[in-house]
């Protein structure tokens, strides 16, 4: 979802001056309407006088004299084709932003959840002075908020609530990409912007899921696992920024994935850690169940042992005889 910057996008001004413009009588400049209707009410709108000053006929019901002035009621235009189609191009419209915005390949819950979500508030905001980088930071406000309901909603109620308000975050964690892609301002520097409001909203999550178990729970070590979590995330994140980091990266591999039995099985292992950790999804989930300890156990877990991966990654790499990268304090 790698963007920065503003930049107008496709499809601005949408719609502009539908349905606009003014009726038969406003529309008049010459004046003559607003003179005879003047020159009407000097001669009595009830007389057939003011009837002809005005240009009306005079309705005849029951003599002269007898007759009311009716002002002109103006025509009311039916309704053009491209007028009854606007409902129709406005939903299709927000499917649009979706086909042409989504990524490929995707999570389950962010295709069939989340982005079409999103895509309707691109829709809503394509054309309009709204960045992507504002997006990013008003989803971290959102999660933030999650965050804190979490702590100071009690029950299962209080739960689902704090959870359904992340929820909110997350498609708005959608959303930013999907305008960025929209208008053709994707970049690195957005992309770490995304990243770094991602993993502070990894933070403020658990660590308040670690503190509301402490609380329900107070004979349960949650507190110790809460910190150990927050330190295997801290690790992951800064283990991975260093292997990303261009000094350090290996070229990316053209090779097919191996087909083996043993492949094919980390390979499973690994879709369904990414699933426990896809924290978005699974901890709706888990908050349907109430327990909230079936989210922060998995999550720490999984954070640990992919910490602890990665570290290996980078001993191996740097801790060998003879490497050829040599470290310089």
């Not at 770094?196 to 507190?223: H, S």
């Not at 994140?237 to 492949?263: C, G, V």
């Not at 999804?281 to 909230?292: C, D, E, H, P, W």
């Not at 790499?317 to 990268?325: K, N, P």
Request: charge should be positive.
């Amino acid at each position: 979802m790698g963007r920065a910057g503003t930049g107008g996008g496709a499809g601005e001004g949408e719609g502009e001056g539908e349905g606009e413009g003014e009726g038969p009588v406003e529309a008049a400049t010459d004046g003559s309407v607003k003179a005879s209707d003047a020159l009407g009410a000097l001669a009595g709108a009830s007389s057939p006088l003011g009837c002809a000053a005005a240009g009306l006929p005079a309705a005849r019901a029951g003599g002269v004299g007898s007759a009311r002035w009716q002002p002109a009621q103006p025509e009311i235009p039916a309704k053009t084709s491209t007028e009854r189609r606007v409902g129709w191009v406005q939903s299709m419209s927000a499917r649009e932003v979706y086909q042409r915005t989504k990524k490929v390949p995707d999570l389950f819950w962010n295709r069939f959840v989340c982005r079409p979500v999103a895509a309707v508030l691109v829709d809503a905001v394509k054309g309009t002075r709204v960045t992507p980088n504002q997006i990013t930071l008003a989803s971290f406000v959102v999660g933030v908020a999650a965050a804190a309901l979490l702590l100071a909603l009690p029950g299962r109620a209080g739960l689902l609530v704090a959870v359904l308000v992340y929820q909110a975050s997350y498609v708005l964690d959608c959303a930013d990409g999907m305008l960025a892609r929209w208008r053709g301002v994707a970049s690195p520097a957005g992309h770490l912007l995304d990243f770094l409001m991602d993993e502070l909203k990894a933070f403020a999550i658990l660590g308040a899921a670690a503190v509301r178990l402490q609380r329900e729970q107070p004979e349960q070590p949650f507190a110790l696992l809460g910190i150990l979590g927050l330190v295997a995330l801290a690790s992951g994140i800064a283990l991975t920024s260093f292997q990303r980091h261009p000094a350090i990266a290996a070229p990316q591999s053209t090779a097919q994935p191996s087909q083996s039995f043993l492949a094919r099985a980390v390979r499973l292992v690994e879709s369904v850690a990414k699933f426990l950790i896809h924290y978005p999804s699974y901890l709706l989930y888990v908050a349907f169940t109430g327990r909230l300890e079936l989210f922060l156990y998995p999550y720490v877990a999984v954070n640990a042992l992919y910490a602890a991966r990665a570290w290996l990654g980078v001993a191996l790499r740097f801790g060998r005889l003879g490497a050829s990268t040599a470290i310089i304090d």
